[in-house]
């Protein structure tokens, strides 16, 4: 039986080695469940000694291999790549500054042991992260339980120990646009939760500004969910409704009294409400034409420059 261990990475020059020995301090738990490993790095086009580290290391063991990307995809596209690449019987997925703990590797394989399908994980804290970035965080989990009909558990990590059955499942899903912690949730099987406090990075910083972390949810949102174009249908709906109700009382008003309409400064702002409401229903619309438009293109969603 063969392990897969997935390892995207963007400028973790110094990271990759560490990972390396953290991972082989499971060579007892992998003697003992008779699992061969093979450990692939993903590197996401980094500007750093990345792949010259992970090099290093493929000359001593063979079991590491590298897929070099031609740039940086973004880390969506490296766990594709690492899925399509994997052979394992059993995939596991996880990140290379250590914030995923390879020693939860046996008890997750335990879990796998009594049937189940995949073994994910989840931070019960966010010990480390800024108070307004964790608050928008679990804003967003709120609003896609909402909103979706798939389950994105708050807090759930990339890192998860999933059988070979899911693996193929999630490469079935061959969409440009990948939001992975929805597909997970979409392609089902039975899940282990297991829970862990926040482990802060071992060097180097987070690659996710606030920036990037809102167009992902935007990415995310737009992927499992139609709720927005509806909420901008409905808008539609009863901002007509308005105008036509205010005409009706205005005419009704002008054959009553004869009193011509005033209160320009009231129209104009109401104009611009209306306005600016048609605008933001157009963007929620241009957000899902902007991915169809991506997908209908049929571009690889990486390209490698450079694979052992």
């Not at 093979?38 to 500007?47: N, P, Q, R, T, V």
């Not at 992975?180 to 392609?187: E, L, R, S």
């Amino acid at each position: 039986m063969l392990l897969s261990v997935i390892v995207p990475c963007y400028n973790e020059e110094e990271n990759v080695p560490i990972f390396y020995e953290e991972m082989m301090k499971n060579s007892a738990f992998l003697e003992q469940e008779k699992l061969e490993l093979e450990i692939i790095y993903i590197d996401d086009g980094s500007k750093d000694n990345t792949a010259a580290e992970v090099r290093k290391l493929h000359e001593k063991d063979e079991r590491v291999h590298l897929v070099s990307f031609s740039r940086n995809f973004g880390k969506e596209a490296g766990i594709y790549a690492g899925f399509q690449k994997a052979k394992g019987d059993y995939v596991v997925m996880m990140d290379a500054d250590l914030q995923d703990p390879p020693s939860l590797l046996p008890e997750m394989f335990s879990y796998i042991k009594q049937g189940y399908d995949s073994v994910a994980t989840r931070r019960v804290t966010r010990k480390g992260e800024p108070p307004i970035r964790s608050f928008f965080a679990r804003m967003f989990y709120r609003i896609m339980n909402k909103i979706s009909k798939t389950e994105i558990v708050d807090g759930a990590r990339d890192y998860r120990l999933m059988t070979r059955q899911v693996v193929d499942s999630i490469l079935s899903m061959c969409e440009y646009n990948r939001f992975t912690k929805g597909i997970f949730g979409w392609v089902g099987y039975e899940t282990k939760w297991l829970e862990y406090e926040n482990v802060e990075r071992t060097h180097g910083e987070t690659k996710w500004s606030f920036w990037k972390l809102f167009l992902y949810s935007l990415d995310g949102i737009t992927a499992f969910s139609t709720v927005p174009l509806a909420i901008s249908s409905i808008m539609g709906v009863v901002f007509c409704i308005a105008a036509f109700v205010a005409i009706i009382a205005l005419i009704v008003k002008n054959l009553i009294y004869h009193d011509p309409t005033p209160g320009w400064p009231s129209m104009v702002c109401i104009i611009l409400l209306v306005s600016g409401v048609q605008l933001f229903c157009l963007g929620i619309v241009g957000q899902y034409l902007s991915k169809t438009y991506l997908e209908v293109k049929k571009r690889p969603i990486y390209l490698v420059k450079e694979e052992l």
